[in-house]
């Protein structure tokens, strides 16, 4: 099976820049993700990794180290609107390729 | 693209009855879909894993003659929740691949099952 563990709260200030840390222990690994879901909303893709190392796309990059069983997602010049719970999921190896997610941080920008 | 529906997004039935949860992929053809289960300030569960002309592969603990789920085609996939009781409660999320084991799950908006 698949343990993640992220941290349930964060809060940051306008503008800066914060990292969202997930570990995670698993049983087969092909991939980990990072989705951002807005309450009462349905998640939505922010980022893939599934070799090591950094993956960037806009504001959001997302790191992996597949050896340490370990991701961040790090979020620059934060809005308001990146306010939000941000979930890390970690595709198993199966032909099916399910997905488990942790438990989320959810994050709240401050002016 | 690569959209996905879900319809109803909300509904409320009583005690008892069924109710029947569509998710479609609009413009892309999904082998595979997934059901989760979302309740308050929790993750998603993976409730059951759906492909199409087969039977659902369930999580251990999801009773499969009490969340009947039908992948009848490549852009439809149903869960029908049978005598709904208020624990039944949840907000239920669709998500589909393009192919077998994809790399994106593409998610639909999520439907918010109330049970009185």
């Known amino acids: 099976g698949q343990n993640i563990d992220q941290p349930t709260e964060m809060t940051a200030t306008e503008g800066a820049i914060v990292q969202i840390n997930c570990t995670y222990q698993t049983s087969g690994f092909n991939g980990l993700f990072w989705y951002q879901q807005h309450a009462g909303e349905a998640p939505t893709f922010l980022s893939y990794?599934?070799?090591?190392g950094l993956e960037e796309k806009g504001r959001f990059s997302s790191f992996l180290s597949r050896s340490k069983g370990y991701s961040y997602l790090l979020l620059k010049e934060l809005q308001m609107k990146d306010s939000a719970s941000y979930l890390c999921a970690v595709r198993d190896n199966t032909n099916a390729g399910k997905s488990t997610f942790g438990d989320g941080t959810t994050l709240t920008v401050k002016p | 693209g690569a959209v996905v529906s879900q319809h109803p997004s909300r509904v409320i039935c009583k005690s008892g009855t069924s109710v029947k949860i569509e998710c479609r992929s609009l413009?892309?053809?999904?082998?595979?879909m997934f059901w989760y289960r979302q309740f308050p300030k929790q993750s998603l569960m993976l409730m059951a894993t759906?492909?199409?002309?087969?039977?659902?592969?369930?999580e251990q603990g999801v009773e499969k003659d009490k969340f009947l789920i039908n992948h009848a085609s490549l852009t439809l996939s149903t869960l029908t929740v049978t005598s709904a009781h208020p624990e039944d409660s949840s907000f239920y999320i669709c998500?589909?691949?393009?192919?077998?084991?994809?790399?994106?799950?593409?998610f639909g908006p999520g439907t918010r099952l109330t049970v009185l």
């Open positions: 413009d892309f053809q999904a082998t595979t």
């Open positions: 759906s492909n199409e002309g087969s039977k659902a592969t369930y």
């Open positions: 990794n599934v070799l090591d």
């Open positions: 998500s589909a691949t393009k192919t077998p084991g994809g790399d994106t799950q593409y």
